[in-house]
Protein backbone atom coordinates (compact mmCIF):
# COMPACT_ATOMS: atom_id res chain seq x y z
CA UNK A 1 0.00 0.00 0.00
CA UNK A 2 1.70 3.16 -0.89
CA UNK A 3 1.42 5.89 1.62
CA UNK A 4 3.28 9.03 1.26
CA UNK A 5 4.53 10.96 4.20
CA UNK A 6 5.33 14.77 4.35
CA UNK A 7 7.58 16.09 7.27
CA UNK A 8 6.53 19.78 8.22
CA UNK A 9 9.46 20.96 6.29
CA UNK A 10 7.98 19.57 3.09
CA UNK A 11 10.00 16.71 2.60
CA UNK A 12 8.73 13.74 1.12
CA UNK A 13 8.46 9.96 2.09
CA UNK A 14 6.51 7.41 -0.37
CA UNK A 15 6.53 4.01 0.92
CA UNK A 16 5.11 0.91 0.40
CA UNK A 17 3.94 -0.10 3.89
CA UNK A 18 1.90 -3.70 4.46
CA UNK A 19 -1.80 -3.57 4.91
CA UNK A 20 -2.42 -4.53 8.51
CA UNK A 21 0.22 -2.31 10.02
CA UNK A 22 -0.54 1.09 11.55
CA UNK A 23 0.56 4.12 10.18
CA UNK A 24 2.48 4.85 12.41
CA UNK A 25 4.18 1.25 12.59
CA UNK A 26 4.64 2.40 8.63
CA UNK A 27 6.78 5.30 9.37
CA UNK A 28 8.97 4.13 12.21
CA UNK A 29 9.79 0.69 10.00
CA UNK A 30 11.11 2.99 7.13
CA UNK A 31 12.60 5.23 9.11
CA UNK A 32 10.67 8.56 8.59
CA UNK A 33 11.34 11.71 10.87
CA UNK A 34 7.99 13.85 12.59
CA UNK A 35 6.13 10.20 14.21
CA UNK A 36 7.77 9.73 17.75
CA UNK A 37 5.80 7.56 18.54
CA UNK A 38 6.76 7.67 22.65
CA UNK A 39 4.24 4.75 23.48
CA UNK A 40 4.16 2.53 20.88
CA UNK A 41 1.30 2.84 19.32
CA UNK A 42 -1.05 2.33 22.81
CA UNK A 43 -2.48 5.56 21.82
CA UNK A 44 -1.13 6.92 25.37
CA UNK A 45 1.18 9.50 23.99
CA UNK A 46 -0.21 11.61 21.27
CA UNK A 47 3.42 11.45 19.54
CA UNK A 48 2.28 10.26 16.68
CA UNK A 49 -0.03 12.91 15.23
CA UNK A 50 -0.52 13.12 11.87
CA UNK A 51 -3.57 15.27 9.46
CA UNK A 52 -4.79 13.19 7.29
CA UNK A 53 -4.86 14.76 3.88
CA UNK A 54 -8.82 15.92 3.42
CA UNK A 55 -9.41 13.46 0.34
CA UNK A 56 -9.01 10.90 2.43
CA UNK A 57 -11.08 11.71 5.48
CA UNK A 58 -13.61 9.24 4.96
CA UNK A 59 -11.38 6.40 4.07
CA UNK A 60 -9.73 6.63 7.07
CA UNK A 61 -12.40 6.49 9.31
CA UNK A 62 -13.31 8.38 12.55
CA UNK A 63 -11.50 8.28 15.45
CA UNK A 64 -12.52 6.74 18.43
CA UNK A 65 -13.11 8.67 22.21
CA UNK A 66 -9.80 7.72 23.64
CA UNK A 67 -8.16 8.58 20.49
CA UNK A 68 -9.98 12.03 20.92
CA UNK A 69 -8.65 12.63 24.26
CA UNK A 70 -5.18 11.78 23.91
CA UNK A 71 -5.17 14.33 21.00
CA UNK A 72 -6.40 17.02 23.49
CA UNK A 73 -2.63 16.83 24.50
CA UNK A 74 -1.26 17.30 20.98
CA UNK A 75 0.28 20.37 19.60
CA UNK A 76 -1.87 22.22 16.48
CA UNK A 77 -4.70 20.09 16.23
CA UNK A 78 -6.98 20.48 13.42
CA UNK A 79 -10.08 18.89 12.32
CA UNK A 80 -8.04 16.44 10.38
CA UNK A 81 -5.91 15.31 13.19
CA UNK A 82 -5.49 11.90 14.00
CA UNK A 83 -3.10 9.64 15.98
CA UNK A 84 -1.47 7.56 13.24
CA UNK A 85 -1.25 4.66 15.18
CA UNK A 86 -5.02 4.27 15.66
CA UNK A 87 -5.00 3.68 11.61
CA UNK A 88 -4.42 0.78 10.11
CA UNK A 89 -3.05 0.18 6.86
CA UNK A 90 -5.37 -1.56 4.46
CA UNK A 91 -5.66 -1.53 0.65
CA UNK A 92 -8.13 0.82 0.98
CA UNK A 93 -5.62 3.64 1.50
CA UNK A 94 -3.15 3.20 -1.48
CA UNK A 95 -2.46 6.03 -2.48
CA UNK A 96 -3.36 7.99 1.34
CA UNK A 97 -1.39 11.57 2.40
CA UNK A 98 -0.52 11.77 5.63
CA UNK A 99 1.70 15.22 6.93
CA UNK A 100 3.31 15.28 10.08
CA UNK A 101 2.60 18.40 12.71
CA UNK A 102 5.87 21.05 13.32
CA UNK A 103 5.75 19.42 17.05
CA UNK A 104 7.36 16.33 15.85
CA UNK A 105 10.57 16.27 14.05
FE1 LIG B 1 1.57 6.89 21.27
FE2 LIG B 1 0.19 6.76 19.00
S1 LIG B 1 2.17 5.98 19.39
S2 LIG B 1 -0.44 7.60 20.86
Redesign the pocket.
Known sequence: TKITYIEHDGTEHVVDVKPGLTL?EGAVKNNIPGID????????????HVYIDKAWADKTGASTAMEES?LDFAEGVEPNSR????IKVSDALDGLIVRMPESQH
Not at 37 to 48: L, N, R, S, V
Not at 83 to 86: G, K, N, Y
Open positions: MADCGGACACATCMLSCQ
